[in-house]
């Protein structure tokens, strides 16, 4: 493990932003990265709910500390972050993206947004004109650089204050070497992750869609299901 991430950049004093920040999957992620020691932003549209966010991560028995925690308004999120993670649900995901150009211009935006359906058969991949969340991303975003990553992490294994180790592979996509080496480095902070390079950004569609397979055998087994690569 230590020698995959050997040459990888150093990300010990970035400030992450989550925008949609309020969800399961944002509220993990925060609680994790603070954990980690990162100042740690969470985004919604209400500054009130984003602050209750914050408050329920930091709370007594979570284990996290407060002080590097702050919810505050998707904008205003965008613009202080140095690092961007995008977990809106997929239904919002191009408004809120279109309303964050300027504030997300120039910066890494990393988009865990998996495109699902739900019905009595279970979760289904949908259909994106673009090809994938990550791609609409990079097509409204043309200022940043976009990057796929954290699709496959349990939310639930993320808030358990009793779970101290993760031991998950994040696959992180992009056509920028640079930003996808940063946010390999970032996943690694969590321990137990390891980000390990998927691809280029057009291959995120089946990453994304790998979640209603990952969903169905969590349902099946009873677990909190991710991946680990091989021979890496």
Same mark, same amino acid.
């Given at each position: 493990?230590?020698?995959?991430?050997?040459?990888?950049? !150093?990300?010990?004093?970035? =400030?992450?932003?989550?925008?949609?920040?309020?969800?399961?999957?944002?509220?993990?992620?925060?609680?994790?990265?603070?954990?980690?020691?990162?100042?740690?932003?969470?985004?919604?549209?209400?500054?009130?709910?984003?602050?209750?966010?914050?408050?329920?991560?930091?709370?007594?028995?979570?284990? =996290?500390?407060?002080?590097?925690?702050?919810?505050?308004?998707?904008?205003?999120?965008?613009?202080?972050?140095?690092?961007?993670?995008?977990?809106?649900?997929?239904?919002?995901?191009?408004?809120?993206?279109?309303?964050?150009? !300027?504030?997300?211009?120039?910066?890494?935006?990393?988009?865990?947004?998996?495109?699902?359906?739900?019905?009595?058969?279970?979760?289904?991949?949908?259909?994106?004109?673009?090809?994938?969340?990550?791609?609409?991303?990079?097509?409204?975003?043309?200022?940043?650089?976009?990057?796929?990553?954290?699709?496959?992490?349990?939310?639930?294994?993320?808030?358990?204050?009793?779970? !101290?180790?993760?031991?998950? !592979?994040?696959?992180?996509?992009?056509?920028?070497?640079?930003?996808?080496? =940063?946010?390999?480095?970032?996943?690694?902070?969590?321990?137990?992750?390891?980000?390990?390079?998927?691809?280029?950004?057009?291959?995120?569609?089946?990453?994304?869609?790998?979640?209603?397979?990952?969903?169905?055998?969590?349902?099946?087994?009873?677990?909190?299901?991710?991946?680990?690569?091989?021979?890496?």
């Amino acid at each position: 493990m230590a020698e995959h991430n050997i040459d990888l950049p !150093d990300v010990s004093g970035l =400030t992450i932003g989550i925008l949609g920040g309020t969800g399961d999957q944002g509220r993990g992620l925060a609680r994790r990265f603070a954990l980690a020691g990162h100042p740690v932003l969470i985004g919604s549209r209400s500054a009130e709910r984003a602050e209750e966010a914050a408050g329920s991560v930091a709370a007594p028995g979570a284990r =996290t500390q407060s002080k590097n925690l702050r919810g505050a308004e998707n904008a205003v999120v965008a613009a202080e972050a140095d690092i961007v993670i995008v977990a809106v649900p997929w239904d919002g995901h191009r408004a809120l993206l279109e309303s964050l150009r !300027d504030e997300l211009d120039g910066k890494i935006v990393i988009d865990c947004v998996n495109p699902l359906g739900f019905d009595k058969q279970g979760a289904y991949a949908l259909p994106v004109e673009e090809g994938s969340a990550a791609q609409q991303a990079a097509a409204v975003l043309t200022g940043s650089r976009v990057v796929a990553a954290f699709h496959h992490v349990s939310a639930v294994l993320l808030l358990d204050p009793a779970v !101290d180790r993760i031991d998950l !592979d994040v696959l992180v996509l992009g056509d920028d070497r640079e930003a996808t080496d =940063t946010v390999r480095a970032l996943a690694a902070r969590i321990p137990g992750f390891r980000g390990v390079y998927g691809g280029r950004l057009r291959n995120a569609h089946q990453v994304e869609a790998l979640t209603a397979n990952l969903i169905s055998i969590n349902r099946r087994y009873k677990a909190h299901a991710g991946l680990r690569i091989t021979d890496v």
